[in-house]
T-cell receptor
Framework: GAVVSQHPSWVICKSGTSVKIECRSL??????MFWYRQFPKQSLMLMAT?????????EQGVEKDKFLINHASLTLSTLTVTSAHPEDSSFYIC?????????????FGPGTRLTVT | AQKVTQAQTEISVVEKEDVTLDCVYE???????LFWYKQPPSGELVFLIR????DEQNEISGRYSWNFQKSTSSFNFTITASQVVDSAVYFC?????WGRGGSEKLVFGKGMKLTVNP
C-alpha cells in the first residue's frame, strides 16, 4: 500500500527559530500534497495545498510567509515554520494522493509534533 | 461551502456495547467522496472507508458498518460489540470529486472521542 512518511516525528525548538518538516511519499508519486494542522483535542484544519513545481495554495488565514511550503519533487514536500512561536505548537500532518489515482483516497503521514518553547 | 458535522463530541461505552457515530454533511456538489478515519492516541490517522456519492449501498467490514443516506446527507458509522482497542477519535470527512485534473482537499468534522471501558 501507499506509504507517506514525515520527518521528524517530533521536534522541540526555541521561540524565534525555524523548523523544517519533510513529507515523503515512499512508494508512489504525488503531484499534490496537503498540509494539515491539528491543535490538541481539535480537528484537522487544512493549511495549504502543495503542488509539485508550482506555488502552494494557502487556506484563508494561513500566513504564507510564516509557513513556507516547497514541493520540489513528486515525492517530497517540505513545510518550514519560520520564526516559530509557542502558539505554533501543534501536530502537523501531511497527506498525498497518487497522481494517477482518481479514486480520491489520500494517504496520511504519521504526523509531526512541534513544541515551541 | 462544504461542511461536516459530527454532533457528538465524546461517547463512553462499556465493552461489547454497540455504538453509532453520526456524521452529517453539506455540499453543493453532486459528486463527492465521504470518508471515516480513526485517530488513536498515537496520532496517526487510520483510513477506515471511502464512499462516493453514487454508491449508497451500506457496507459492513467485520464489526464496522456504515449507513450512507443521501436523502438525509448522513454517513453514520456503527461499531458492533465494541472493544477497548476501538478507543480513539473518529473523524468523518468530505471531499469534492476528483476527475478535474487534481486532488481535492478534505474537510473534516470536529471528531468524536470514543472511550470503550472494559
Amino acid at each position: 500500500g501507499a506509504v507517506v512518511s514525515q520527518h521528524p516525528s517530533w521536534v522541540i525548538c526555541k521561540s524565534g527559530t525555524s523548523v523544517k518538516i519533510e513529507c515523503r511519499s515512499l512508494d508512489f508519486q504525488a503531484t499534490t500534497m496537503f498540509w494539515y494542522r491539528q491543535f490538541p483535542k481539535q480537528s484537522l484544519m487544512l493549511m495549504a495545498t502543495s503542488n509539485e513545481g508550482s506555488k502552494a495554495t494557502y487556506e484563508q488565514g494561513v500566513e504564507k510567509d510564516k509557513f513556507l511550503i516547497n514541493h520540489a519533487s513528486l515525492t517530497l514536500s517540505t513545510l518550514t515554520v519560520t520564526s516559530a512561536h509557542p502558539e505554533d505548537s501543534s501536530f502537523y500532518i501531511c497527506s498525498a494522493n497518487p497522481y494517477d489515482d482518481n479514486g480520491g483516497e489520500q494517504y496520511f503521514g504519521p504526523g509531526t509534533r512541534l513544541t515551541v518553547t | 461551502a462544504q461542511k461536516v458535522t459530527q454532533a457528538q463530541t465524546e461517547i463512553s461505552v462499556v465493552e461489547k456495547e454497540d455504538v453509532t457515530l453520526d456524521c452529517v454533511y453539506e455540499t453543493r456538489d453532486t459528486t463527492y467522496y465521504l470518508f471515516w478515519y480513526k485517530q488513536p492516541p498515537s496520532g496517526e490517522l487510520v483510513f477506515l472507508i471511502r464512499r462516493n456519492s453514487f454508491d449508497e449501498q451500506n457496507e459492513i467490514s467485520g464489526r464496522y458498518s456504515w449507513n450512507f443516506q443521501k436523502s438525509t446527507s448522513s454517513f453514520n458509522f456503527t461499531i458492533t460489540a465494541s472493544q477497548v482497542v476501538d478507543s480513539a477519535v473518529y473523524f468523518c470527512a468530505l471531499s469534492e470529486a476528483w476527475g478535474r485534473g487534481g486532488s481535492e482537499k478534505l474537510v473534516f468534522g470536529k471528531g468524536m472521542k470514543l472511550t470503550v471501558n472494559p
